[in-house]
């Protein structure tokens, strides 16, 4: 067939169908088509694999610290400094990541940051002075981490699925437990052996070297490049892609509020924003206390500093099945309710914690990090799901930088000021029992937000669609807040 009969097979078929339009032919499609499984299964093992090489620049600032006071002689306050210009440059970076992402796409910007990053990290095996090291881990390493962490990833992860984001976030955002469980004890290793220089170099390498041939090699925007819709569903049959048509209407109860062509500045316009911010700027704050403190506490309780370490581990592994937990119960039992039980085990877990120097034993330690490491989960996996169910839409990546901003400071924060409540109190005691009241502010705000007034998390509204008539479809379009309150009476 030459190109003439080809162009005038294509104007007769879209004569018949003008939605209708030709498929490429790509090698992509191709890829997709032999999967035995949705190829957003292939982006969130990707992105697990990112935030898992990202973040543990950020977890291994614990093992560093010790080897730069005794090498350099900087004073554990003025190297500690270096990680509190890292989280808070981390917030606003992920704020121009959110930008870049909606501008670029989610492959140049984490490629990008993945250069960056390793630029910094060799930055840091050279420095000789603080204020170097504040500018290559503090300020460099800050803004790599971003553009290759949580907010692409979020982002590209929210385009591929809708009825199971919860699910898909979960299991990307455990790739940071398994980072804290695997490859921050592998950095405490390579400085043992190798010195605390060289692991730097170490770090860089494994980083650049996994992360950009597996951007440019797997990452895909959307769906609609493969021919398909979030969650897998085929956009045509075979040869013929159909245009992008909106997402299921299902889980939609607001509708002139899914309507909105949302940008920064309209959200930050709702109260919906800002109490989703508090609440989950609380639940990083108290989680944060727990997480740079708690070796500490526990060491001056009493307790093997090699338990101590194991404490870390185990949290580190537990959190890993709790954010794919937690993601499985966000989109079956709805993003309020699973916030509400995963924060009752964070309160548990941090008041066990203040009885640990009074208790002797590690009963209570384990039982600890048992609550603890799942309560501290549910919050990596709700915090987009819920923003999600509020803001989707083509500016999500700018929405969600702006919103990690205000959830950034919550982390950075939570390890000043517990620092700042011991040294005036000699006591961790104060400190935990503020940061039980935060986690317990934060479900508050979230159930107050009442993301299922906008949509419903898609197993309720799988179970809403089942038991409704064809009769009683339309009154439920037509009373659309009373459903999603009807479930949490």
């Not at 699973?338 to 877990?349: H, V, Y």
């Not at 066990?352 to 989960?377: D, E, R």
Request: aromatic share 10%; glycine share 12%.
């Amino acid at each position: 067939m030459t190109a003439r009969d080809r162009g005038r097979d294509q104007l007769a078929r879209s004569a018949l169908d003008p939605d209708a339009v030709e498929a490429p032919r790509s090698a992509d499609d191709a890829i997709a088509g032999r999967l035995p499984f949705f190829y957003g299964w292939v982006i969130v093992g990707v992105s697990f694999v990112f935030v898992g090489l990202a973040y543990t620049v950020w977890y291994s600032f614990s093992v560093f610290l010790v080897a730069l006071v005794a090498d350099q002689g900087w004073g554990r306050g003025g190297t500690s400094a270096a990680f509190s210009i890292f989280v808070i440059v981390h917030g606003f970076a992920g704020w121009a990541a959110g930008l870049l992402v909606d501008r670029f796409g989610t492959r140049l910007v984490i490629v990008g940051g993945a250069v960056v990053t390793g630029l910094g990290l060799a930055a840091c095996s050279a420095v000789e002075a603080a204020w170097q090291y504040y500018l290559a881990y503090g300020v460099v390493c800050a803004v790599g981490v971003s553009l290759v962490g949580w907010t692409p990833n979020v982002v590209i992860v929210q385009r591929w699925f809708e009825r199971r984001l919860g699910l898909a976030i979960g299991i990307a955002s455990a790739g940071i437990g398994a980072g804290i469980l695997a490859l921050v004890p592998a950095t405490e290793w390579a400085i043992a052996r190798l010195g605390w220089r060289a692991a730097y170099l170490v770090q860089a390498a494994v980083l650049v070297v996994v992360v950009i041939p597996l951007a440019l090699i797997a990452l895909r925007e959307r769906p609609q490049d493969l021919g398909l819709h979030p969650d897998g569903a085929r956009t045509a049959s075979s040869g013929t892609r159909r245009k992008a048509v909106e997402p299921t209407d299902e889980r939609v109860i607001d509708h002139t509020w899914a309507a909105q062509d949302w940008t920064p500045g309209k959200a930050a316009r709702t109260r919906q924003f800002w109490l989703a911010a508090l609440g989950f700027f609380s639940s990083n704050l108290a989680a944060q206390m727990v997480f740079v403190h708690q070796v500490a506490l526990l060491v001056d309780s009493g307790r093997d500093r090699a338990l101590a370490a194991l404490v870390v581990g185990a949290i580190g592994l537990i959190s890993v099945f709790g954010k794919i937990g937690w993601g499985i119960l966000a989109d079956r039992l709805g993003r309020e309710l699973t916030f509400a039980i995963g924060t009752a085990g964070l309160m548990s877990g941090i008041a066990l914690l203040a009885l640990v120097p009074t208790v002797p034993g590690t009963a209570i330690v384990a039982l600890f990090v048992v609550l603890f490491g799942l309560g501290y989960a549910v919050t990596p996996p709700l915090t987009p799901s819920v923003m999600a169910d509020f803001f989707a839409g083509r500016s999500f990546g700018a929405i969600f930088g702006a919103f990690f901003v205000c959830t950034g400071f919550g982390s950075a924060a939570g390890a000043w000021t517990a620092g700042l409540i011991f040294d005036l109190t000699q006591s961790y005691l104060l400190a935990l029992e503020v940061g039980v009241a935060l986690a317990a502010l934060s479900a508050v705000c979230i159930w107050l937000a009442a993301p299922r007034r906008i949509r419903l998390a898609p197993g309720i509204a799988a179970r809403s669609h089942a038991r409704a008539s064809p009769d009683t479809v339309g009154l439920v379009d037509r009373l659309p807040n009373q459903v999603g309150e009807d479930h949490y009476r």
